[in-house]
């Protein structure tokens, strides 16, 4: 379940009330300054969408706006600019009266303002983090784009966000296509408590090829690698261990697959020390864990993970804290302490943070059909109430009697939608 940006930017027109949203398909003959929508155009009276924007939704101009210079009733023909770059014959479009970047700005605006009141915010469970491994983004399910995971470094290849199942953990992972991937220094640091002590790197890792897959740690340089999955289409367990010094310059743990078919997920590391603090991801749940289970049995332990127990962790002795990385303005520096002190136990963790926001026309946002209402109703209040302080004195009066109708539904919807009722469950990323 869930809404797209074309579905959220449609209801908010609808929203708006005015007569000139219409959507349709160009027909006849075309240039790249004029077009003719028969069908959904011949409604408006002669030129009644001057002024109205153009979204192409498929063509060559897919996602490309243009804006409506004068139109004709009898035949339905829209002259634009700027001039798109082919004629749009049997090309889907959507005729909006406001900029269709307006339309997502507004959307994104009342997904953030939903979240800062505690109205509509999405429920994220994540069982990246082991006691005793401060490792960031362990499930490969933050990306920062299509082939980074957040927190890590591509050395060579191509990783996606996939997905796999492992035992009893997450199903998200990263597909390393003849890749190479390592932490990035800013999150490696958290191991460089690791020094003067014995240490192993384990990790879930599914591949159906001998020889091609298998973890390391580098260390001041030098790499260790764990023996190869043995290529039987099946997860299995890897580990590699090393024997860090008391002169410890850098400790990256690193994922390797030399062919195409590699899926790694759920690592975490071993040593004798309790770790103080460990990295969390500020940009998808800002406010951190609203709760964390502790499942009793030790991930060494090869019995079926099915068998575990999960009790709560007292949250009052958890302290989240975070802080603007001073070497980067955008940059954010989270962590967790007061976890247990007990090596090798998988956290389950619960947060709280605010929806996905879009950028792209098929981009997903994890709302239910009364919430996209919410979000549709608010975003239109928005742009009305803009558009108001530019209208001519006739249409401001029917802009304020629209918006006093908006405000009372989404007064009402705003009751009914408490913090008790999540946006729908979805991954961490889409």
Not at 13 to 23: M, S
Not at 165 to 176: I, V
Not at 205 to 226: P, Q, Y
């Given at each position: ?136 983004n362990a499930d490969f399910a933050y990306w920062t784009s299509a082939n980074v995971p957040a927190g890590y470094t591509v050395n060579s290849g191509t990783p996606t966000i996939s997905r796999a199942q492992f035992p009893g953990h997450s199903d998200q992972c990263a597909l390393l296509n003849a890749a190479v991937i390592e932490v990035d220094t800013n999150h490696a640091r958290y191991f460089n408590d690791f020094y003067d002590e014995t240490v192993t790197l384990y990790c879930w890792v599914w591949s159906n090829t001998a020889s091609e897959s298998r973890i390391g740690i580098k260390l001041d340089g030098a790499t260790t690698w764990s023996s ?203």
């Amino acid at each position: 379940m869930g809404q797209t940006q074309t579905n959220l930017r449609q209801r908010t027109a609808r929203e708006v009330g005015l007569t000139i949203f219409r959507t349709g398909t160009f027909d006849g003959s075309a240039g790249t300054t004029t077009a003719q929508g028969a069908a959904a155009l011949k409604v408006l009276s002669d030129n009644e969408a001057i002024g109205a924007w153009i979204y192409a939704t498929n063509g060559a101009d897919a996602g490309s706006e243009f804006q409506v210079t004068d139109s004709v009733q009898i035949t339905g023909v829209l002259t634009f600019r700027p001039p798109a770059s082919a004629a749009m014959d049997g090309d889907t479009f959507e005729l909006l009266p406001f900029a269709p970047r307006i339309f997502h700005d507004a959307v994104n605006s009342a997904i953030v303002d939903l979240a800062a009141r505690d109205i509509l915010e999405r429920k994220l469970i994540t069982r990246a983090i082991v006691t005793g491994s401060p490792a960031y983004n362990a499930d490969f399910a933050y990306w920062t784009s299509a082939n980074v995971p957040a927190g890590y470094t591509v050395n060579s290849g191509t990783p996606t966000i996939s997905r796999a199942q492992f035992p009893g953990h997450s199903d998200q992972c990263a597909l390393l296509n003849a890749a190479v991937i390592e932490v990035d220094t800013n999150h490696a640091r958290y191991f460089n408590d690791f020094y003067d002590e014995t240490v192993t790197l384990y990790c879930w890792v599914w591949s159906n090829t001998a020889s091609e897959s298998r973890i390391g740690i580098k260390l001041d340089g030098a790499t260790t690698w764990s023996s190869y999955h043995s290529g039987d289409s099946a997860p299995e367990l890897l580990s590699v261990e090393v024997a860090v010094g008391t002169a410890l310059n850098s400790f990256i743990p690193t994922f390797s697959n030399s062919g195409d078919v590699g899926y790694f997920s759920d690592w975490w590391v071993e040593g004798n020390i309790s770790v103080e603090e460990y990295p969390w991801v500020y940009e998808l749940a800002p406010k951190g864990p609203d709760e964390i289970k502790i499942l009793t049995q030790s991930e060494g332990d090869t019995t079926n993970p099915r068998t575990r127990t999960a009790r709560r962790k007292d949250m009052s002795d958890v302290d989240f804290q975070y802080s603007t990385d001073q070497s980067s303005s955008t940059t954010v520096n989270a962590f967790l302490t007061g976890l247990p002190d007990t090596v090798g136990q998988r956290l389950i963790i619960e947060a709280r943070a605010p929806l996905s926001q879009t950028s792209a026309d098929t981009d997903v946002v994890e709302v239910t059909e009364r919430q996209a209402r919410l979000i549709a109703k608010l975003a239109a209040f928005e742009i009305l109430s803009d558009y108001r302080n530019r209208a001519n004195p006739n249409m401001a009066r029917k802009i304020t009697d629209k918006l006093k109708q908006l405000e009372d539904q989404i007064e009402k919807l705003e009751d009914k939608i408490t913090t008790n009722e999540y946006a729908t469950d979805l991954p961490w990323v889409w």
